[in-house]
């Protein structure tokens, strides 16, 4: 941002500069001294060259140099008297610097905000005063429009700065969070895996240490599922779909294995949620009434025209009439609600079961 | 548990590669109790390398995390230089598609971190006598390549990761144009030269690893459908083979299309 405006102020002295020896080359006949005009116009393009290259250095910016500039584009400025015939100077006739003296003005603006560019504008519009000793209408313009430039310039530049050091600020924060994040994801996985070993080994050894491994492969689970936690509810990358695989992800625990593609499963936002309510059910279902030990799997296949949710344990099961009976006296109650959630998505649900080999809830949703 | 002490030759020798010091530890000490002979340990895939090159080790017990270099390129590698060598794949936290890319790239069997660890002793014994093992995760992520092959996905092959999940998502819209059967038995015979390249499952096939990915057990699933353990075993590993096979056919046609033979 400094650096853009140092480069603004050199275009402006040079443009200036420019528009200075064209009104040189135009008027010098009409000089009292018109050698001291070209002689003025090659101090000005010797200092224009100092400038522009110590300024484009942040080392070559010092006050020093700065207050030179100033004084430079001031004794120019006063030059005219020399130059000039005096009834041009006193009627109003432009500088032979012109606009180029404000270059120096904009240069304290950049350097020291509006008190600097309010500071440079003064010392110039005082050396105009000077030598014209009047006070005609374009000087007076002139006067106030260098002021205003210093003042606001300088304003201008600072709120920049400002801008530019809080956009700083946030970048830096956001590079921080980033690199915490990394960290973590490091410990994160070096967690995982002690805890894995923890359980793994804890439960080889049971008694307490079972106990312990038990304990171990909760926290694992759930460390996963945290860390995992982003990707798995990404949303579809348009049109409301939602990645099923990443809503069923989170489902997984220590005695809940979740199987699908390695890609996204990408099905409407309405059938996607009931079916990942169906499953949420399903596995409820399973921790109540499967028995403590009971395992559940679920597998998601997509075949292109429909997308199947199946939910199997291995825990007690029940009779195949059973399911009915229970059903025609509305006693389950879970059964109907995922069929409800099914139908509801235009798809079905199947129930198997039997004693001893678990029982089976088979989730279909045709793609449409 | 080691009656073969005395025969240090005839125990399964294992390389460990894991980038947790803590781990490959516990596991090493572990597989060493168990029987088995530690090859050696390695963090990373280019130690890995070397240290197979130098104890030419039965199994690799393989981390999927590796600071260097993905599972899958390690075990190309691996089995570039030694095609006898088996893999086994532990996973912590496994991203999906790196735990299907590195077995389509040739390792023998998957597992993961929070598995007992008889269950991996088990595993290393499995793969040490080149059985494939499987996790209901990796049977539905087989089942989900099939299916994505068959929608008319093309070659994902040639990359050092071959096929993102963005290919992946484009072949299961693909899908609902592609005629793919119910039951996931493959595309019926077109007369896409391509499509019949693909490698399908059979119907017997599929039956098997939607069990498998269900949860069941290799005799429950002979059990159910009146099969040998053994054959219920074959179906599985053959699932795999075919999609090794074209994994690796797919890889020989991008380098004859990039022009290097």
């Known amino acids: 941002m400094a650096e853009q405006m140092w480069r603004v102020v050199g275009i402006f002295r040079v443009v200036t500069l420019a528009y200075a020896a064209f009104l040189v080359i135009r008027d010098h006949a009409g000089f009292a001294h018109p050698a001291g005009g070209f002689l003025a116009l090659g101090a000005m393009a010797a200092w224009t060259a100092v400038t522009v290259i110590a300024y484009a250095r942040p080392a070559g910016r010092s006050k020093w140099l700065i207050g030179a500039d100033v004084a430079v584009a001031a004794l120019l400025v006063l030059s005219t008297r020399l130059i000039l015939a005096a009834g041009q100077v006193s009627a109003g006739a432009p500088t032979i610097p012109a606009s180029w003296a404000a270059s120096s003005v904009l240069a304290c603006a950049v350097a020291g905000g509006p008190a600097g560019g309010l500071a440079g504008a003064r010392v110039i519009v005082a050396a105009d005063l000077a030598e014209r000793q009047a006070l005609p209408q374009s000087t007076f313009n002139n006067a106030v429009l260098v002021l205003i430039a210093g003042g606001v310039g300088g304003y201008v530049v600072q709120l920049g700065l400002r801008a530019e050091a809080a956009a700083d600020r946030a970048a830096r924060r956001e590079a921080a969070i980033a690199e915490r994040e990394r960290i973590a994801r490091g410990v994160h996985d070096s967690v995982l895996q002690v805890l894995a070993l923890v359980s793994a080994r804890g439960r080889e050894l049971g008694g307490e240490a079972a106990e312990l491994a038990r304990l171990a492969g909760e926290q694992e689970s759930a460390l996963r599922t945290l860390v995992s936690g982003p990707s798995a509810t990404a949303a579809g990358p348009g049109g409301g779909q939602l990645d099923l695989a990443g809503l069923l992800g989170p489902l997984a625990g220590a005695f809940v294995t979740v199987s699908g593609p390695a890609g996204a499963v990408l099905l409407a936002e309405a059938p996607a949620l009931a079916l990942a309510a169906a499953t949420g059910e399903a596995l409820d279902n399973v921790r109540r009434h499967a028995g403590p030990d009971a395992k559940a799997w679920v597998l998601v296949e997509d075949d292109g025209a429909a997308v199947t949710v199946s939910v199997r344990d291995n825990g007690l099961g029940f009779a195949p009439g059973r399911l009915e009976e229970a059903e025609a006296a509305g006693r389950l109650g879970v059964a109907q609600s995922i069929r409800g959630r099914l139908r509801d998505a235009g798809g079905t649900a199947r129930l198997t079961s039997s004693p001893g080999q678990g029982t089976e809830v088979e989730l279909r949703v045709p793609r449409t | ?261």
């Open chain 2, 1 to 261: 548990m080691c009656p073969e002490r005395d025969q240090p030759d005839l125990r399964p020798r294992v390389l460990v590669v894991d980038d947790h010091p803590i781990w490959r530890q516990g596991v090493a000490d572990g597989l060493d109790e168990a029987g088995f002979a530690v090859a050696g340990t390695a963090g990373d895939g280019a130690q890995a390398l070397r240290v197979a090159t130098a104890t030419r080790p039965g199994v690799v017990l393989l981390d999927l995390n590796l600071p260097d270099m993905s599972g899958a390129e390690v075990t190309r590698r691996l089995l570039a230089a030694d095609p006898g060598i088996r893999v086994l794949i532990l996973s912590a936290s496994g991203e999906r598609q790196d735990v299907l890319d590195a077995m389509t790239a040739g390792s023998t069997g998957y597992l993961v971190k929070s598995a007992q660890f008889s269950e991996l002793v088990a595993a290393v014994r499995s793969v040490a006598a080149g059985e494939a093992v499987f996790t209901p995760g990796l049977a539905g992520l087989v089942l989900g390549e099939y299916r994505r092959l068959a929608a008319g996905a093309g070659s994902r092959a040639g990359a050092g990761r071959p096929g993102t999940p963005g290919s992946a998502v484009g072949a299961a819209d693909a899908g609902g144009t592609g005629g793919v059967g119910g039951a996931g038995t493959g595309v019926g015979s077109g007369a896409d030269p391509a499509a019949l390249a693909r490698p399908r499952l059979t119907e017997r096939e599929t039956e098997v690893l939607r069990l498998v990915a269900k949860g069941m057990t290799y005799p429950e699933i002979a059990a159910l459908l009146v099969l040998s353990p053994r054959t219920v075993q074959n179906h599985v590993q053959n699932t795999l083979i075919k999609l090794q096979l074209h994994n690796k056919a797919q890889l020989v046609r991008y380098a004859l299309e990039q022009g290097i033979d």
